[in-house]
Structures are given as C-alpha cells and as structure tokens.
C-alpha cells in the first residue's frame, strides 16, 4: 500500500462532493485511492451494496456518487479506521438504488449472489421465502430458469430500503399463496384497465410484473374470465355463443361480424390479452334481452 493517508486527503479534497456534484467512474476510484483500477475491481467485487449505488453512464460505464465513493475509497485503503466496514454486516445498501445491469440482462442465483456479493444459497432462500409476500413477491423464475434483471433489481431496492422482516408461510402454504396473490393483482389490474379504458396486452403485463409474457397470457385469461363478467362485459365468443337459434360455430361467428358492422353496433370498451370486450348494456339493440341474461 503505496498511498498514505495524507496523500488520500489531498486527492479528496480536490472533488467536489456536493450533492450536485459529477459521479466517479472506475478509474477516478483508482486515481483516488493510487491503485490500479483492477484492484478496484476488486474491491466492488466484494461489495456489492457500494455497486449498487451506482447508475450506468454512455457505454454502460459505472459512475458512482462523489461523496460515497471518497468515503468508500478511504474504507478500502484503512479499514481500520472505518467506524463500519461496508464489506461487512447485513446486506442492506449504504445508500439503496437499483443493481447496475444492461438492458435485456437476465440473470441466474449465482449473478445475483456475484453482484451482491453473497452465496447463491443465500440468495435461493430469500427468493424462496419472499416469493409469496403479500405486496412485493419475489420476481418469477422463468421458462430458461433465469429471472429478469430489470425485475430482480427493483426488488432488491424495494428490499434494501425497507428491510421488512417478513415471515414466510409454511412450505405447504407457499405455492397456492403465491398464486392467488398474483391472480389478485392482475385481476385488479384488469379492473384498472377497464375503469381507464386502457387497452391491456400480454406483454405490458410480463413487462410491469417481470415475468414471460406465455405466463402473462395464463393470469390474464383466468383474471379475465373472473373479471369481465362481474363488470358486465362480453367478448365477441360469448356474444356469438348467445345468439339465439341452432348455428353451427362457425356461422354464430359470422352473424357476430355481421351484427358489429351495423351503424348502431356498439364500440368496444377495452381489449383484454387481444380480446374485445363490450359492454352488455350496450348490446340490447343488436341482441334480445333473452340472450343477455346472466345465466350464460
């Protein structure tokens, strides 16, 4: 170790480390601190919570905040004299912000646990114990067995800034609970789209919730099918199926074409996974009220 405290001093008071001021990058911690910046490289390797401060600049270079970064580079050089080692204690980040990925990245427990600077085990049974939590469930593992970075990054803020000591249901309880906690909320969430008059695809949901959109397409469909008729709305299918008179499938879906290409035909409220719904009540002019009962 090369660079004495003195010298430390002098190069930390030539930052400026205001809350405005311009983030460091690698090989500023280098320069800093009189090492290379593999040794840097290093030292971030092992702690992840100080990575994690840091947002991506041009060409996905790291640039981190002035003020951490000086007192971090000093905890690094003298550990001694830091009154909390940063590469100990528990996992909650010195100052909680998303962890750094690429977009599009997907990541496996061992990318986590690299990141962070844990074991994957540890990371395996933190996902296994928040993955039925009630408001914020650990992401879901997708069809290729990796999680989406985007998803698993938001998570790990949520977690970094609240620590919330949740307790996990029992092992037998785990995979209903998880299921009906995701229904839950994409069923509200097609209930938001409908009151909003927002369209809804499979692949906004599998974005918003960090999951793959043929996983999306189930808990859409299910919300759907629970939803929709609690708001008295009909797809094209349902419609066709209450026509009255003996058709064959095929021609109910044509009458159905027929019906919604009169000038009185009603507009479609919202379009749910790719299917249009409309509202009952504004079906009786094309429909009899026979065939818009609820016992369909």
Same mark, same amino acid.
């Given at each position: 170790?090369?660079?004495?405290?003195?010298?430390?001093?002098?190069?930390?008071?030539?930052?400026?480390?205001?809350?405005? =001021?311009?983030?460091?990058? +690698? *090989?500023?911690?280098?320069?800093? @601190?009189?090492?290379?910046?593999?040794? &840097? $490289? %290093?030292? /971030?390797?092992g702690d992840a919570r100080f990575r994690?401060? =840091?947002?991506?600049?041009? +060409? *996905?270079?790291?640039?981190?905040? @002035?003020?951490?970064?000086?007192?971090? &580079? $000093? %905890?690094? /050089?003298?550990?001694?004299?830091?009154?909390?080692?940063?590469?100990?204690?528990?996992?909650?980040?010195?100052?909680p912000a998303p962890m750094p990925h690429?977009?599009?990245?997907?990541?496996?427990?061992?990318?986590?646990?690299?990141?962070?600077?844990?074991?994957?085990?540890?990371?395996?049974?933190?996902?296994?114990?928040?993955?039925?939590?009630?408001?914020?469930?650990?992401?879901?593992?997708?069809?290729?067995?990796?999680?989406?970075?985007?998803?698993?990054?938001?998570?790990?803020?949520?977690?970094?800034?609240?620590?919330?000591?949740?307790?996990?249901?029992?092992?037998?309880?785990?995979?209903?609970?998880?299921?009906?906690?995701?229904?839950?909320?994409?069923?509200?969430?097609?209930?938001?789209?409908?009151?909003?008059?927002?369209d809804l695809t499979t692949e906004k949901?599998?974005?918003?919730?960090?999951?793959?959109?043929?996983?999306?397409?189930?808990?859409?469909?299910?919300?759907?099918?629970?939803?929709?008729?609690?708001?008295?709305?009909?797809?094209?299918?349902?419609?066709?199926?209450?026509?009255?008179?003996?058709?064959?499938?095929?021609?109910?879906?044509?009458?159905?074409?027929?019906?919604?290409?009169?000038?009185?035909?009603?507009?479609?409220?919202?379009?749910?996974?790719?299917?249009?719904?409309?509202?009952?009540?504004?079906?009786?002019?094309?429909?009899?009220?026979?065939?818009?009962?609820?016992?369909?």
């Open positions: 170790m090369t660079t004495t405290k003195e010298q430390l001093e002098q190069r930390a008071a030539e930052i400026d480390t205001s809350d405005v =001021a311009p983030r460091l990058t +690698r *090989r500023d911690l280098a320069r800093l @601190a009189g090492v290379t910046e593999k040794t &840097v $490289r %290093n030292w /971030l390797a994690a401060s =840091a947002t991506q600049g041009p +060409r *996905r270079v790291e640039l981190f905040p @002035a003020k951490l970064a000086v007192q971090w &580079v $000093r %905890n690094q /050089l003298f550990p001694e004299d830091a009154s909390q080692d940063l590469r100990s204690g528990p996992r909650l980040a010195v100052e690429p977009p599009g990245e997907r990541w496996q427990f061992t990318d986590m646990a690299k990141i962070r600077a844990v074991t994957a085990n540890s990371i395996s049974k933190l996902a296994a114990a928040y993955a039925a939590h009630n408001t914020h469930p650990f992401p879901v593992r997708e069809g290729d067995g990796k999680y989406d970075a985007a998803a698993v990054s938001n998570w790990f803020y949520w977690y970094d800034s609240v620590r919330p000591g949740y307790e996990a249901p029992r092992p037998a309880e785990k995979a209903a609970t998880v299921e009906n906690g995701r229904h839950a909320q994409v069923a509200q969430r097609v209930k938001d789209s409908v009151a909003n008059g927002e949901l599998a974005e918003e919730l960090g999951i793959s959109p043929d996983v999306a397409s189930r808990y859409l469909n299910r919300a759907a099918k629970e939803v929709m008729p609690k708001l008295g709305l009909l797809s094209r299918p349902q419609i066709a199926a209450r026509l009255p008179g003996s058709m064959s499938p095929a021609q109910r879906r044509e009458r159905v074409k027929t019906l919604m290409k009169r000038r009185d035909a009603p507009q479609p409220t919202v379009t749910i996974a790719g299917t249009t719904y409309f509202m009952k009540e504004d079906l009786f002019e094309l429909l009899p009220p026979s065939a818009l009962g609820d016992e369909h």
